[in-house]
């Protein structure tokens, strides 16, 4: 079977991803913020992630030029927050209601947890550009809230469910 894009979108679509706000600021202290579904962790030791932006994204300069990030978990009540920061053509922070936190960044409410970010790399992908960054620093509130997965287009909750059990380990006829 041969991969078409209109499959890996498709296929992609349906696999919930978790929703992260990361927020910046340019070498004029001007704040910038995103929503991105593509944020992953790549290595515990050292803490390191990796998240992509399209080189079409309107604040890819910034983020390409900034050393400093603050990735911020989206919980259900923060959905609205990451719909607002995914919309193109406006303005993000219209408002100085994110304050700066400890590292200077902006702080985006209806957190679940956040990860200080350092940028250590950017390659090239395709129409993408891939960010690998270590993590400085974690912030997990004492009773984190429930976080929202972005599946179908759609921000949604988790699933509340019934833990899948694996069959022991070895073969069928052990």
Do not use: K
């Amino acid at each position: 079977m041969t991969a078409t894009a209109e499959g890996f979108r498709t296929l992609f679509r349906q696999t919930p991803q978790a929703v992260w706000i990361l927020t910046t600021r340019d070498s004029h202290g001007t704040p910038a913020g995103i929503t991105v579904s593509s944020l992953t962790s790549v290595s515990a030791d050292p803490p390191t992630v990796a998240f992509a932006l399209q080189n079409t994204a309107s604040v890819l300069p910034v983020f390409a030029e900034t050393s400093r990030i603050l990735a911020h978990g989206v919980t259900v009540d923060g959905a609205d927050a990451a719909r607002h920061f995914a919309a193109s053509g406006t303005d993000r922070f219209p408002t100085d209601e994110n304050l700066p936190g400890a590292t200077g960044l902006p702080v985006i409410d209806d957190a679940y947890g956040r990860l200080d970010l350092r940028v250590r790399r950017i390659l090239p992908v395709s129409a993408s550009a891939l960010f690998i960054c270590t993590v400085d620093a974690t912030w997990l509130p004492e009773a984190p809230p429930e976080p929202v997965v972005y599946r179908n287009r759609t921000f949604t909750r988790t699933a509340d469910s019934t833990p899948v059990q694996f069959p022991p380990r070895g073969h069928d006829d052990d």
